[in-house]
């Protein structure tokens, strides 16, 4: 007879510390959303294509942590926190797990290669997730070093494609933003 | 080409390989709307500590393990799958998951028909007598993948079972898990697989489909087969070898088993050895009397076995005579393969036996097709 007692269930535990660094990423990388579509032409015109009542949802499941991002009233890109209660998500992007969302904002995988393995879920229009994605790139080409924004996206732009003085004054005013 | 048009092709998973596949299992599981899973495997995996890379795999999910059952011996009896099939329903798990080979693969099969049907595994011998879909069904393989791991067959208390609902429903193949622990249980791994796709790819009632998972999986084979069983540590050539595994699994399940590999199954279980070095010492004799019958070898098994430059600067009628010299090459150049039955020191009696075993077991195949086949490799 199997006694029972020597297997007990096991509840999940946590990794609390790589929860917070991906919160604290999701954190930066939603401000730095709001900051650049005021700053960067090519992101203005990534933004313009999305919906008026675009909301995204960029979290990792099951429990979070969440990045809610949407256009308000003006039209105007904004970091609408970490609370997804109460607002009408347009598009849904979903990380399977805590280690593929590692993964992905250390920079060991660029967003390419993570949906290329799998790694998320996207829920709502195809091509704004395209246009999301578009600008996460762009994004960890203008708030990383070369060399970790290298790892991060799939091609980094020649100089014909972006050009120093644009990558410098986008990179510039999207920090000063973030931080203001 | 041979292939046929008209065929059914079956193969149920999803797979999931590489880096952080286990962490997936939870949204998966989720899919079949099951969070609460019955997780199976050995003494053995459970003190490598695989059991516990597992358990923390499934850190920060809504899945929480019903029991972790971690004492599987290499015979599975029915006495032990009936107990755990209670185990699982007084816990109220919906879904079962086994991590490693053999024996806790075909418990978890057992359990699984057990739970989901009401009724006992034994009601359920041969072929297509399954006919509902079970309890969702998680299978994480380790560096050993016996036969029947990754098909729709269990082997349960000597007796086979075989249905298309006995397939995994997700098979996650992670880096953690499938270092081989040594050259011998690799060798037999890899073994087993080029078996199957071979035996896929030659067989007179291939299709197009069957075609497509051999050939890949002798591609994949072909590639990496030395190097795994040298180096069975080696990250990147388990896990093209458990791939190649999981491939060449489709491509045998929706054929009728070749000689080569009855026989060493047959063999295996009259003398203990792993399947996959039964297989191995037979191969090399199998292909040798398809030469002496003149059954013509096909001219895309240089492009799978050889690579595609070999295939491209070779006349079209040298293809075929290059793919079989390419094949015997890549068998010979295993390292360790068993040199015929007797450096597995099998004595006649038990090699007939097993003629007659196979020849039960498939009577498709020719007696005398196996007769000559052990006589060859003895």
């Not at chain 2, 050993?144 to 067959?153: K, M, Q, V």
């Not at chain 2, 004799?285 to 398809?290: C, E, I, S």
């Amino acid at each position: 007879m199997i006694n029972y007692n020597n297997y007990p269930e096991i509840k999940p535990g946590k990794k609390l510390l790589k929860r917070i660094y991906v919160a604290t990423m999701l954190f930066v990388f939603g401000r730095a959303f709001q900051a650049v579509s005021r700053v960067d032409r090519s992101a203005k015109e990534e933004f313009a294509q999305m919906p008026d009542d675009f909301v995204l949802d960029f979290c990792v499941v099951p429990n979070g942590p969440h990045m809610i991002v949407g256009k308000d009233g003006k039209g105007r890109i904004t970091y609408l926190g970490w609370n997804p209660a109460g607002k009408k998500i347009t598009l849904a992007m979903r990380i399977k797990n805590i280690e593929a969302a590692m993964r992905m904002f250390m920079f060991l995988e660029s967003s390419c290669v993570a949906t290329s393995r799998d790694r998320l879920i996207v829920d709502g229009d195809l091509p704004t997730a395209c246009n999301v994605l578009h600008i996460m790139d762009l994004l960890e080409v203008l708030l990383l070093p070369k060399f970790a924004a290298k790892l991060g996206v799939k091609r980094y732009p020649k100089w014909s494609q972006l050009s120093p003085l644009r990558k410098w004054t986008s990179r510039l005013l999207t920090y000063v933003r973030l931080i203001a | 080409m041979r292939s046929q048009s008209e065929y059914g092709f079956f193969y149920q998973p999803k797979i999931m390989s590489g880096v952080a596949a286990m962490e997936n299992i939870p949204v998966e599981l989720d899919g079949f709307n099951a969070r609460h899973p019955f997780v199976i495997t050995s003494k053995e995996i459970s003190s490598s500590g695989l059991a516990k890379k597992f358990v923390k795999a499934l850190y920060d999910s809504n899945t929480i393990i019903g029991a972790l059952y971690d004492d599987v011996p290499a015979y599975a009896g029915i006495g032990l799958i009936r107990e755990l099939a209670q185990f699982l329903r007084d816990r109220g798990c919906d879904s079962i998951i086994a991590i490693g080979t053999g024996s806790v693969v075909d418990a978890a099969k057992g359990i699984n028909i057990i739970v989901s049907t009401g009724k006992d595994v034994l009601e359920f011998e041969g072929n297509n007598a399954v006919l509902g879909h079970l309890k969702p069904f998680v299978v994480v393989p380790t560096a050993t993948i016996a036969p029947y791991d990754l098909t729709g067959c269990a082997a349960i208390e000597g007796k086979e079972i075989i249905s298309d609902y006995l397939f995994p429903d997700i098979i996650a193949i992670d880096t953690r898990m499938i270092r081989g622990c040594c050259s011998d249980s690799m060798r037999a791994t890899a073994l087993v697989s080029l078996t199957q796709a071979l035996e896929a790819f030659l067989s007179p009632q291939s299709n197009h489909l069957t075609d497509a998972y051999a050939s890949m999986a002798l591609r994949i084979i072909a590639e990496h087969i030395v190097k795994a069983v040298k180096r069975p540590r080696n990250k990147k050539t388990c896990l093209a070898m458990a791939n190649a595994a999981t491939v060449s699994a489709a491509a045998f399940h929706n054929q009728l088993p070749g000689p080569v590999h009855s026989l060493g199954m047959a063999l295996s279980k009259l003398t203990g050895h792993l399947p996959g070095l039964c297989m191995g010492a037979l191969l090399p004799a199998a292909l040798k009397l398809r030469s002496k019958k003149k059954e013509p070898f096909r001219s895309d098994l240089l492009l799978a076995v050889g690579g595609a430059d070999r295939y491209a600067e070779s006349a079209e009628n040298d293809r075929a005579n290059k793919g079989e010299a390419a094949l015997m090459n890549l068998i010979s150049s295993i390292p360790g393969i068993p040199q015929g039955l007797s450096s597995l020191k099998v004595p006649r009696h038990t090699a007939e036996e097993a003629i007659a075993l196979a020849a039960k077991k498939e009577p498709a195949l020719k007696k005398q097709d196996l007769e000559e086949i052990i006589s060859m490799a003895l």
